[in-house]
């Protein structure tokens, strides 16, 4: 015993860089232990918290030799002892890494996603090994996993793309080892197997949403080229085969653990979604849209700001609702339309990522295109009225016009599409062809304020939606070409802006290209409307 004891104490001065040491190297410590067997009888509860703290490699060796030879018991209380401090420190809000009085990590420590990693590894290689006593195999599990989890959960907010691709990695090999020796566990009955493999699957569950946007797995752009492939293809790596890879991990671990994919789809939630995306692109699995309502609340949670899951959330949407329009199917129920659109609003107007803001927009064409048309006239103009984004309501404009132009292109005898009807313009006939406000061109305007303001934008495309529709419209099912409809827009819209680009030309304000360009847009606008009224009158 005392053998062991020296042996620990010259492991903690040959880590430390103390001299109350035997003068021997980490090195030769590792290899005596080693070849000496000692590694069951070492003071893992004191050795291993410094170890963690060495960098050099010859501590990792010896954490592995522990992991594989010392007491079970003991390196489970020693991992769960680290794991709390590491979450401790992650609670607390120090950084990933020890750091000194000036704020720079230190260069002989190890910082504590390092740390983790090497946590998992030895609750891997300890668990095979340990003996059941007085309590079972899920009370055992169950307060070292819970644990494992909070640190998860901790420290997901300051993990790197690698070193998370690591811990996915990592995790799914001790799920495996546990499941292995639980499986291997004498006189163990269903029930108790049941309890330890739901505990082992939360892990996985966790694992999986904490850690998944770190995959580069980018599946809301690959959706978006299956989708719109004139579109073209992103510059961007969205196809990741390690990514990819890791969720096929998963899927086959869960499956180990006796969860089949039916289940994940029988019983809606985030990893259902994950997985679905998953499947449809590796091998066009579908879902028709009438089942959409059952995975709402699971898409409402990925699409929220603070989520880490807007990608596979709005691949699921791209998918689906894609596949639904072009097969003419099922049409989205009105609670699911109504439910879903404000996320992606506030997604297509607000993200950071203009790749993601363009995938939510087109999700939000799809899905008002996917409910009745009564709503999603409603819907419409109540975006280009009143939303909160002035880009929205910019947008917005553009998709009445997909909806009018989709109405005018349908079968009349089959359509009771509202976008074809006369309602179509007592709707938005006073929310769209009229300035923003009223009375915007009867008063002194600053054209540098006029030109930096949503406006400009908003008008060119309402003229072009008016241009399209004039056009478009041969059988005056809207009641655009209507007499008093024309004299109307004309008095409201046209005629006061025209009046006002000729002051403006007259009085040569615009001086720079920022400011000339859109005035450029309004001005062919107007014009592309007259050679449409005229050719109308012939």
Same mark, same amino acid.
């Given at each position: 015993?005392?053998?062991?004891?020296?042996?620990?104490?010259?492991?903690?001065?040959?880590?430390?860089?103390?001299?109350?040491?035997?003068?021997?190297?980490? =090195?030769?410590?590792?290899?005596?232990?080693?070849?000496?067997?000692? +590694?069951?009888?070492?003071?893992?509860?004191?050795?291993?918290?410094?170890?963690?703290?060495?960098?050099?490699?010859?501590?990792?060796?010896?954490?592995?030799?522990?992991?594989?030879?010392?007491?079970?018991?003991?390196?489970?209380?020693?991992?769960?002892?680290?794991?709390?401090?590491?979450?401790?420190?992650?609670?607390?809000?120090?950084?990933?890494?020890?750091?000194?009085?000036?704020?720079?990590?230190?260069?002989?420590?190890?910082?504590?996603?390092?740390?983790?990693?090497?946590?998992?590894?030895?609750?891997?290689?300890?668990?095979?090994?340990?003996?059941?006593?007085?309590?079972? +195999?899920?009370?055992?599990?169950?307060?070292?996993?819970?644990?494992?989890?909070?640190?998860?959960? +901790?420290?997901?907010?300051?993990?790197?793309?690698?070193?998370?691709?690591?811990?996915?990695?990592?995790?799914?090999?001790?799920?495996?080892?546990?499941?292995?020796?639980?499986?291997?566990?004498? &006189?163990?009955?269903?029930?108790?197997?049941?309890?330890?493999?739901?505990?082992?699957?939360?892990?996985?569950?966790?694992?999986?949403?904490?850690?998944?946007?770190?995959?580069?797995?980018?599946?809301?752009? &690959?959706?978006?080229?299956?989708?719109?492939?004139?579109?073209?293809?992103?510059?961007?790596?969205?196809?990741?085969?390690?990514?990819?890879?890791?969720?096929?991990?998963?899927? =086959?671990?869960?499956?180990?653990?006796?969860?089949?994919?039916?289940?994940?789809?029988?019983?809606?939630?985030?990893?259902?979604?994950?997985?679905?995306?998953?499947?449809?692109?590796?091998?066009?699995?579908?879902?028709?849209?009438?089942?959409?309502?059952?995975?709402?609340?699971?898409?409402?949670? &990925?699409?929220?700001?603070?989520?880490?899951?807007?990608?596979?959330?709005?691949?699921?949407?791209?998918?689906?609702?894609?596949?639904?329009?072009?097969?003419?199917?099922?049409?989205?129920?009105?609670?699911?339309?109504?439910?879903?659109? #404000?996320?992606?609003?506030?997604?297509?107007?607000?993200? #950071?990522?203009?790749?993601?803001?363009?995938?939510?927009?087109?999700?939000?064409?799809?899905?008002?295109?996917?409910?009745?048309?009564?709503?999603?006239?409603?819907?419409?103009?109540?975006?280009?009225?009143?939303?909160?984004?002035?880009?929205?309501?910019?947008?917005?404009?553009?998709?009445?016009?997909?909806?009018?132009?989709?109405?005018?292109?349908?079968?009349?005898?089959?359509?009771? !599409?509202?976008?074809?009807?006369?309602?179509? &313009?007592?709707?938005?006939?006073?929310?769209?062809?009229? #300035?923003?406000?009223?009375?915007?061109?009867?008063?002194?305007?600053?054209?540098?304020?006029?030109?930096?303001?949503?406006?400009?934008?908003?008008?060119?495309?309402?003229?072009?939606?008016?241009?399209?529709?004039?056009?478009?419209?041969?059988?005056?099912?809207?009641?655009?070409?209507?007499?008093?409809?024309?004299?109307?827009?004309? /008095? !409201?819209?046209?005629?006061?802006?025209?009046?006002?680009?000729?002051?403006?030309?007259?009085?040569?304000?615009?001086?720079?290209?920022?400011?000339?360009? #859109?005035?450029?847009?309004?001005?062919?606008?107007?014009?592309?409307?007259?050679?449409?009224?005229?050719?109308?009158? /012939?």
């Amino acid at each position: 015993m005392a053998a062991s004891d020296d042996i620990s104490k010259a492991i903690i001065a040959a880590a430390t860089g103390t001299s109350e040491g035997s003068g021997h190297t980490l =090195s030769q410590l590792k290899t005596l232990v080693s070849t000496a067997g000692i +590694a069951d009888s070492i003071d893992v509860l004191n050795l291993l918290s410094v170890l963690l703290e060495c960098k050099d490699p010859a501590a990792r060796d010896l954490i592995a030799i522990m992991g594989e030879c010392s007491s079970a018991k003991e390196v489970i209380i020693a991992v769960q002892e680290e794991t709390e401090k590491i979450i401790n420190r992650l609670e607390e809000g120090e950084d990933d890494g020890w750091e000194d009085g000036e704020g720079s990590e230190k260069s002989d420590e190890i910082g504590l996603v390092e740390r983790f990693i090497e946590l998992i590894g030895l609750y891997r290689a300890a668990i095979k090994r340990l003996k059941l006593r007085k309590r079972t +195999a899920s009370e055992t599990l169950q307060p070292l996993l819970s644990n494992l989890r909070r640190a998860m959960e +901790a420290i997901s907010v300051r993990v790197k793309s690698d070193d998370a691709k690591v811990l996915m990695g990592d995790i799914e090999s001790m799920v495996s080892a546990m499941s292995k020796w639980i499986e291997n566990l004498p &006189m163990i009955d269903d029930e108790e197997s049941r309890k330890c493999r739901s505990l082992l699957k939360s892990v996985l569950d966790d694992a999986l949403v904490l850690f998944r946007h770190h995959l580069g797995y980018d599946t809301a752009q &690959m959706a978006f080229e299956t989708c719109f492939p004139r579109l073209g293809k992103s510059g961007g790596k969205t196809h990741d085969g390690e990514g990819r890879r890791m969720v096929e991990i998963y899927a =086959s671990a869960y499956k180990d653990l006796g969860y089949t994919s039916e289940q994940f789809f029988s019983s809606p939630t985030t990893l259902s979604i994950i997985f679905f995306v998953h499947d449809w692109i590796s091998s066009s699995t579908a879902l028709k849209a009438s089942r959409l309502s059952r995975f709402v609340p699971s898409i409402l949670t &990925m699409l929220q700001p603070t989520s880490t899951l807007h990608d596979d959330a709005l691949a699921f949407l791209l998918l689906v609702l894609h596949r639904n329009q072009a097969n003419a199917a099922d049409e989205v129920s009105p609670e699911v339309v109504t439910t879903v659109l #404000p996320q992606l609003i506030v997604l297509s107007s607000v993200h #950071p990522l203009p790749a993601t803001r363009h995938q939510a927009f087109r999700a939000l064409s799809l899905l008002l295109t996917s409910g009745p048309s009564q709503l999603r006239l409603q819907l419409l103009a109540d975006l280009v009225a009143n939303c909160e984004y002035p880009q929205m309501r910019v947008a917005a404009v553009g998709l009445v016009k997909d909806a009018v132009l989709q109405a005018l292109d349908a079968d009349p005898s089959n359509s009771r !599409n509202a976008f074809g009807s006369a309602m179509f &313009m007592r709707m938005f006939g006073p929310l769209l062809f009229r #300035p923003s406000p009223p009375e915007l061109f009867d008063t002194k305007i600053d054209l540098e304020n006029f030109m930096d303001s949503p406006e400009p934008k908003r008008i060119t495309e309402v003229l072009s939606l008016y241009y399209v529709v004039l056009l478009r419209d041969k059988s005056n099912l809207t009641g655009v070409r209507d007499k008093d409809i024309l004299v109307t827009i004309e /008095k !409201n819209l046209l005629h006061p802006l025209a009046s006002w680009l000729a002051t403006i030309e007259d009085e040569d304000q615009a001086e720079s290209t920022h400011e000339t360009m #859109p005035l450029v847009s309004l001005k062919l606008g107007l014009n592309r409307i007259e050679e449409a009224k005229a050719s109308l009158r /012939k």
